[in-house]
């Protein structure tokens, strides 16, 4: 199968169950909630050494924010309930709280388990903070220096899903990164998704375990670096010389799907050989996203065009 | 069973009647004889509700009052779901300790209203009586939860001893507003009586038309309370009201109070500019 004259494979993501939290931060104006966003979903690439995915969902517009703010909508995910909550407590603490002006709401109103994020937070308001109900939610009013934090006292919990993938191949590292930019820009804002990676993009892709280092839980992803190709058994087209790799996380199948659908499609770009994607033959997680049943409406029919 | 029950009022008032067995949760399972037969006290006088209202509809926990009703006391006494809409003006003591649902009234009400609800949401399109979501006679706390609001003015005490939920005031209020609140939201849009907050613990009396804070009240600092924001936007949104943004976005003199008490209260008026 082809798109715009790239090969698709025949293969498919392998993706994992997590769980996720949505997190709404506003603040005065964008500038500020962006600073807050940033500094909550640094360091979140992979759970393999962050504890925890994120990235920034979308920006919201005042009319879309409980407090009709400008404001960021940002997804976290992490492996299990009890890792998310203390992932929450920690990056919410040391970044939302501390940001200017900000306030933090919870953007999964309507899920059934809750973490209570807010109110582990609240005594850092050393016995002065207060609370409020309003429309039914908790918030907690913690003093600070420029005057108070309103934070959500709980959060929702959803059963997201990590690692949905695609991996472009690509002739040259100038286009295949001009394949994934543009795969990223196709999947900005696009509600229930993030990607992890810097700009979206992740180039050190792995694979579980090492060869030779038995302590490490991963280790490069050999058979899609170019620069191994005579040394190790090559998954690389012999006109490859670049690969770059899109993570998502996703709320829902249809959500990576989505997502994946788009991606695909705007990396179809010329200079792009492949697109192909990683799995470990079904053996680490139930949800399967094959790239052609994804893609296929965009097919070319099979040929090379 | 239909979608609604509608109660109309048969002939003018002309005495007051304690009418408590309008509950819309509990029409649920009645059907119009049933409903009909549910007791309406007149004084002494133990009559039904057929008495004094034809009744449409039954089996259904959505209701409507047709008619002047002003006489008619207690009114959704302890509802605790469904919706009840009042075509008119409401007695006393309407609402009373309700747990849920939703009661609107199209004009005024009287004393009482909300008093010790817990959850649940009253909206009074015009004005109210005394002790609007306050306690019942003698009981240490008033409403416990759940929203009260009011286009228009109200009497004293409103919101007395208050333990937690908000109250929206679009007019003005009387004397002793918010008085002794434990905790919870009193939010007045015109002016407030005197000895607002007195005796307050906790909770928040916020107040943009203008009030004479009491010398047990400190000064504590000129801000944009984030709280004041997100509740007024929340009113906004959830009961189409149309607060300005002057209102919404702006600055705030805190005063904490009362220093009588444990003195964690605070009384927020809006700063103009």
Partial sequence: ?305 | MSDHVTLTLRAPLEASIEADSIVPNAFASLGEPEIGALPVWAGRTRCALADFFDISGGRSSNVRVVGDVRHAHGIATGMAGGSLVVDGDAGSRLAGGITGGVVEVLGDAGDDAGAAMSGGSLRIRRNAGDRVGAGLPGASRGMTGGEIVVGGSVGADAGARMRRGLLFVGGDAGRLAARAIIAGTVIVIGRVGPEPAFASKRGSLVVAGGVNVPPTYRHACDYEPPHVRLALTYLARQYELSLGRELVEGRYRRYCGDASTVGKGEILTWIQE
């Fill in chain 1, 1 to 305: 199968m082809y798109v715009n004259g790239v090969f698709i494979d025949d293969t498919f993501a392998e993706a994992f169950p997590m769980r996720a939290a949505r997190i709404v931060v506003t603040a005065v104006n964008e500038r500020w909630a962006r600073e807050a966003a940033l500094k909550l979903t640094g360091f979140a690439t992979s759970v393999i050494a962050c504890k925890c995915e994120a990235a920034i969902e979308r920006e919201l517009e005042p009319r879309e924010t409980p407090d009709a703010r400008p404001g960021v909508s940002v997804l976290l995910f992490a492996m299990d309930t009890e890792s998310l909550g203390k992932r929450l407590v920690e990056r919410i603490g040391q970044t939302v709280l501390t940001c200017p002006t900000t306030s933090c709401f919870d953007g999964l109103p309507d899920a059934d388990r809750r973490l209570t994020s807010g109110r582990a937070l609240r005594v850092f308001g050393d016995g002065f903070q207060g609370s409020k109900v309003v429309g039914g939610d908790r918030f907690w009013r913690i003093p600070v220096m420029d005057g108070e934090c309103l934070l959500q006292e709980s959060f929702g919990v959803a059963k997201g899903i990590g690692g949905g993938n695609f991996i472009i191949l690509g002739a040259d590292t100038r286009r295949t990164l001009a394949a994934a930019e543009a795969s990223v820009a196709a999947i900005a804002n696009m509600p229930g998704i993030i990607l992890p990676f810097p700009g979206g993009v992740a180039r050190s892709g792995s694979k579980v375990g090492s060869r030779r280092y038995k302590s490490l839980a991963a280790s490069t992803n050999d058979a899609y670096c170019p620069t191994l190709r005579p040394l190790t058994s090559s998954s690389l087209p012999d006109d490859v010389h670049s690969v770059l790799e899109l993570v998502l996380d996703g709320l829902d199948e249809q959500s990576i799907q989505r997502a994946m659908r788009a991606g695909i499609s705007a990396a179809c770009l010329p200079g792009v050989r492949a697109i192909t994607a990683g799995n470990y033959g079904g053996k680490l997680g139930p949800h399967h996203f094959p790239l052609r049943s994804i893609v296929g409406a965009h097919a070319d029919g099979g040929a090379r065009a």
